[in-house]
């Protein structure tokens, strides 16, 4: 064995560290130097900043001092974490230039909007008119040229409430009696400083993207997609996703429930009893309106359903709630599943690539198409039921409509015009369901629509399937990819949304979702179960056990009284 001992000497405090990047590439630099600095050196890429980094497994803002030497791994706009960074980071730079220009009226940042950006209505001041918008998106793009810090400042409790205080923002003050810590952390940019339950740029020089855009009673903070930086996707209507959005405003009034603070009062006043079951019952109203107009269309040319929206939207609940309303009103639907007509594996594996059963490629649509013919014109039809074990298309039941059956279709294309060709327009109704938050944790801090609907699938996936969190989050992305290309861009062609969401739902989820979370250990998915966490922790736990059996939430935390119910109970099978 080699012997060493000669080479062994006292050492001194290194004045200078190193940097390793995933590419091979070392840079180094004076002790306590911030990570932005290596990486704006080692990524020119204007297009493509990078907005923070995984530091030795831990995710990293970019105004981190660098004081030993480290493997760093940035994490670009582009990235799915890197275009929350951006997307919190630029609705802070909106809130402190609005603060500059116009410091008595307060910005709330509301809900997103499909093509990319938030709505923001003005409140204790008149809207923004044409003029003031310009100035103020001008003012926020020299604030972006002046590439000014974002600096994270930490404040005693006692502190951060009174800076709120002062500006008359009160629900942030609530929010805070929450707080179990003796700190908390904000982010100041140009003397204003704010709450931020994630992280931030370490400079406005990276948000280059944006715009203003005047809308309706608000205005709209328009960003970029994470698949193309630097560019904005062109605007679209989304009137009925708007109506969806105003009325579930509308409901959290009626709950008198507009933020996380008052949601927690409710829980520890005994007041959410009550929160419950108005909201349980505001859903139960909507859907026998929507059951009420079908009933008013229905006749031997308007008897085919189809129901779409994005995972865990639940419309799995909403389908058997729709059918019992539909029931009481005298008319007895079918379910057919969308699901029962992909392409056999073998076939699809055939084509070479990766098997994507998102893709409407993956569905034998002229066999679908011939099978609801077939049914709607009184023919007896042999279903198929997919063996997703084998791959492989089975027979299921021989069944025949009754002449004024309604036929259900339950599947992610829905929407989608192409499924649909050769029926007439108005033939099919169509209703688009999703979890559309608007609770957010207070006027400036989002709790983001996917976010929910991502919870929400980690606990059933834990409950119906026994899969892990992490399991759940590694597919996630594919998930959301399919979403973005196969139901997002048709659900304003919906006759009708349904608001899945309810106010109290996040009480409810975290008790269940947070020790799966805890669970995660591989880094990518780590990172992501510790930003959920770092926003559940605002919310105090409500019991599962307490929600109604025909809750929505529980096709996804358990106990549902219509899992097993099926409308197809009231058809005589092969007559």
């Not at 974490?81 to 609705?91: A, E």
């Not at 077939?374 to 069944?399: A, H, M, Q």
């Amino acid at each position: 064995m080699t012997n060493r001992k000669n080479e062994i000497s006292p050492g001194k405090p290194r004045q200078r560290v190193q940097v390793s990047l995933p590419d091979g590439r070392i840079f180094a630099g004076p002790v306590d130097t911030p990570l932005n600095e290596f990486l704006r050196t080692a990524y020119t890429d204007r297009d493509n900043p990078p907005v923070a980094a995984i530091v030795d497994g831990t995710l990293r803002e970019l105004a981190w001092p660098v004081a030993t030497d480290a493997a760093v791994e940035p994490i670009f706009v582009s990235d799915s974490d890197g275009m929350r960074i951006y997307c919190r980071s630029l609705s802070f730079l909106l809130i402190v230039a609005a603060h500059d220009l116009y410091p008595e009226a307060h910005v709330f940042v509301d809900y997103s909007v499909p093509y990319g950006g938030y709505f923001c209505r003005v409140e204790k001041r008149d809207m923004f008119s044409t003029e003031e918008l310009a100035k103020l998106k001008e003012h926020m793009r020299r604030l972006v040229s002046d590439d000014l810090p974002i600096e994270r400042l930490r404040a005693t409790v006692p502190e951060a409430a009174e800076i709120f205080a002062e500006r008359g923002e009160h629900d942030k003050v609530h929010l805070l009696e929450d707080v179990q810590d003796d700190h908390v952390h904000l982010y100041s940019l140009n003397g204003f400083s704010d709450y931020s339950y994630g992280y931030m740029v370490a400079t406005t020089g990276v948000l280059h993207t944006f715009t203003l855009e005047s809308f309706s009673d608000g205005f709209i903070l328009r960003f970029p997609r994470r698949e193309n930086p630097t560019r904005l996707l062109p605007a679209q209507k989304f009137t009925e996703l708007r109506r969806v959005f105003n009325e579930y405003g509308e409901w959290l009034d009626a709950v008198g429930i507009r933020n996380v603070a008052s949601l927690n009062e409710a829980i520890r006043s005994g007041r959410i009893e009550e929160v419950v079951l108005v909201s349980e019952a505001l859903h139960e109203q909507r859907i026998a309106e929507i059951a009420s107009t079908l009933a008013r269309r229905h006749d031997a040319k308007h008897r085919l359903v189809f129901i779409a929206g994005p995972s865990s939207s639940g419309k799995t609940t909403f389908s058997k709630r729709l059918a019992v309303q539909l029931v009481a009103n005298g008319i007895h639907p079918y379910p057919l599943g969308m699901d029962n007509y992909f392409i056999p594996r073998a076939k699809l594996e055939a084509r070479g690539g990766e098997i994507d059963f998102d893709s409407l490629s993956a569905l034998d649509i002229e066999y679908f198409q011939e099978q609801l013919h077939s049914l709607l014109s009184g023919k007896e039809v042999t279903l198929p039921r997919y063996n997703f074990k084998n791959g492989e298309r089975e027979e299921g039941d021989r069944i025949k409509l009754k002449p004024d059956q309604l036929l259900i279709v339950e599947g992610i294309h829905g929407l989608n015009p192409k499924l649909l060709q050769g029926f007439a327009d108005g033939e099919v109704f169509r209703i688009f369901v999703s979890a559309l938050t608007q609770l957010n944790l207070d006027s400036h801090n989002r709790v983001s629509t996917t976010d929910t609907r991502l919870i929400r699938r980690i606990v059933r996936d834990a409950v119906y399937r026994g899969y892990p969190a992490e399991k759940t989050l590694e597919m996630w992305d594919n998930v959301r990819r399919g979403e973005k290309q196969n139901i997002f861009p048709y659900q304003e062609q919906a006759d009708v949304m349904f608001n899945s969401a309810l106010a109290y739902e996040l009480s409810v989820l975290k008790p269940l979702v947070e020790p799966l979370l805890l669970q995660i250990r591989s880094l990518r998915q780590r990172i992501e179960a510790e930003r959920l966490l770092a926003f559940l922790r605002w919310f105090d736990p409500y019991a599962s056990e307490r929600i109604p059996g025909n809750s929505l939430l529980r096709e996804f935390v358990g106990g549902s009284t219509l899992r097993d119910f099926t409308p197809s109970l009231l058809l005589t099978r092969g007559e």
